[in-house]
């Protein structure tokens, strides 16, 4: 019964991310900003996540506070705020799809930063695969609605983000809980996007927020994307383990592409259906092919 409920916290979890988008753009269309909406969204996270991980402040050193400002900024400011921008320029349903290429990029990284985790030559034929997906999605939003790839680009480089910060977290998971990791990275995110919500040009009437569509989307992005969510993932991962819990993150652009469908009226031709199943492809057959061959042994 608990493995159950491990997967259906992960399911559940992945289904609110792939919605997030929706929500964001739903703010975004009532006029907020891409850096006013992670910033109201994490500062509601981050003092709920303070009323109950507060005792402890500080890294144990100096090298370790640095890689938590890595964290802040590639898993939070700039991670969101490409995303945020991108859903102003390109479809809802392409951000989502572009951004499941993070996994991908991650174990590259990892592969050319460690040997003994190189990725074979399947999960390297399974990653071009969903690059080329990812031509065929940005070619859809340039080539049917006639606007810039802007925004398909911005996405790709918010999935670039967040592989740097997988690897980064990769390094401090090791010795801190997930609350504290958690809430320095929303910290240090609040912190560095400062600058970017001084320099965006207007804001927006916090009047709007007394809108149903305006104050319900942003508890649901606060609440639960960015504070709930995070926890049921980690309780997830830790009953079912990192890779199985992940196998759900591909059914994320799925669930967007449905929810952007049904709510946001988006249509998205036959090209970038192609591109969908190429990236899903792509990043099963990434999963299916992951097995790692043995580093020698050094002497």
């Known amino acids: 019964m608990s493995i159950i409920l491990y997967n259906v916290g992960a399911l559940l979890t992945v289904a609110a991310w792939g919605v997030s988008f929706v929500s964001t753009k739903v703010l975004l269309d009532h006029g907020l900003q891409p850096t006013e909406v992670y910033v109201y969204r994490t500062l509601l996270a981050y003092v709920m996540i303070l009323s109950v991980c507060h005792k402890r402040l500080v890294s144990n050193s100096v090298r370790d506070e640095l890689l938590f400002i890595a964290c802040g900024m590639c898993g939070g400011s700039l991670y969101f705020i ?99 990791i958690t809430r320095k990275t929303f910290f240090y995110g609040l912190l560095t996007a400062l600058p970017f919500l001084f320099t965006e040009p207007g804001h927006c009437d916090f009047k709007v927020f007394a809108e149903t569509a305006v104050w319900a989307n942003f508890l649901f992005l606060g609440v639960f994307c960015s504070m709930l969510a995070f926890l049921i993932w980690a309780w997830a991962v830790k009953g079912i383990g990192a890779v199985k819990s992940n196998n759900y993150l591909y059914v994320q652009p799925i669930i967007t592409l449905v929810a952007s469908a049904l709510l946001l009226g988006e249509h998205v031709t036959w090209v970038g259906y192609m591109g969908c199943s190429l990236i899903l492809i792509g990043v099963i057959l990434t999963d299916r092919l992951s097995i790692v061959h043995p580093s020698k042994p050094t002497h």
């Not at 809802?92 to 499941?100: G, M």
């Not at 071009?128 to 925004?151: D, E, Q, R, T």
């Open 82 to 180: 490409a995303e945020n921008t991108a859903l102003e320029h390109t479809l809802v349903s392409n951000v989502s799809l572009i951004v499941t290429l993070a996994p991908l990029i991650t174990t590259l990284l990892v592969g050319a930063l460690y040997k003994a985790e190189r990725p074979t030559k399947g999960m390297i034929a399974g990653s071009l695969v969903a690059f080329l997906g990812v031509g065929l999605v940005i070619f859809n939003s340039s080539f049917v609605l006639a606007v810039k790839p802007l925004g398909d680009l911005l996405a790709l480089s918010a999935a670039v983000c967040w592989a740097v910060y997988s690897l980064v977290l990769r390094k401090l998971s090791a010795f801190y809980t997930v609350l504290f």
